[in-house]
T-cell receptor
Framework: GESVGLHLPTLSVQEGDNSIINCAYS??????FIWYKQESGKGPQFIID?????DKRQGQRVTVLLNKTVKHLSLQIAATQPGDSAVYFC???????????FGPGTRLSVLP | AAGVIQSPRHLIKEKRETATLKCYPI?????VYWYQQGPGQDPQFLIS???????DKGSIPDRFSAQQFSDYHSELNMSSLELGDSALYFC??????????FGDGTRLSIL
């Protein structure tokens, strides 16, 4: 079936550097995407979302880029901090309000 | 701000037993989703409810059932438990087409 996946399963960055986490999706009908952060022992936490009529959206220290041509999504974290260490999932759906398909996750480790 | 509440946080059962997991949504949220997350895996969608009616169904085994009540809380009922059912079970809730917000899950361990 169609699914969402990630290029890099692990990512280590120095504190203060920028992080980029990538995600490829295969369902061209997907029109809504969310990045979630999951810390150990906790549920996925909403970070930022983007709809298919946009190609960029910015939040506090985070930016999501959507390239529909190549079906690619990325999450950029500026000035990465130790508290950013977690597993990051991209999730997509093709109907607002319906269930999401999650990618396999990327573990971000922030080095001191 | 109020979050999604799941209970219990931890549950230990033996094979062939039954279990009931509960989810209390954020106030005003009318849609509930259940996900299963195995160790090192991404969350897998099980089932969802909107206004007390099943709205979508994923990879939920026939041994499992769920419902949403008039106060919008939801329960996931699991029977004939198997070792492979050991996982984190997350509930997420949403209002309209707003993003889903997740609870902190129930860790189910089958002995």
């Amino acid at each position: 079936g169609e699914s969402v996946g990630l290029h890099l399963p692990t990512l280590s960055v120095q504190e203060g550097d920028n992080s980029i986490i990538n995600c490829a999706y295969s369902n061209s009908a997907s029109d809504y995407f969310i990045w979630y952060k999951q810390e150990s022992g906790k549920g996925p936490q909403f970070i930022i979302d983007i709809r298919s009529n946009m190609d960029k959206r910015q939040g506090q220290r985070v930016t999501v880029l959507l390239n529909k041509t190549v079906k690619h999504l990325s999450l950029q974290i500026a000035a990465t901090q130790p508290g950013d260490s977690a597993v990051y999932f991209c999730a997509e759906n093709k109907n607002y309000g319906q269930n999401f398909v999650f990618g396999p996750g990327t573990r971000l480790s922030v080095l001191p | 701000a109020a979050g999604v509440i799941q209970s219990p946080r931890h549950l230990i059962k033996e094979k062939r037993e039954t279990a009931t997991l509960k989810c209390y949504p954020i106030p005003r949220h009318d849609t509930v989703y259940w996900y299963q997350q195995g160790p090192g895996q991404d969350p897998q969608f099980l089932i969802s409810f909107y206004e007390k009616m099943q709205s979508d169904k994923g990879s939920i085994p026939d041994r499992f059932s769920a419902q949403q009540f008039s106060d919008y809380h939801s329960e996931l009922n699991m029977s004939s438990l198997e070792l492979g059912d050991s996982a984190l079970y997350f509930c997420a809730t949403s209002f309209g087409n707003q993003p889903q917000h997740f609870g902190d899950g129930t860790r189910l361990s089958i002995l």
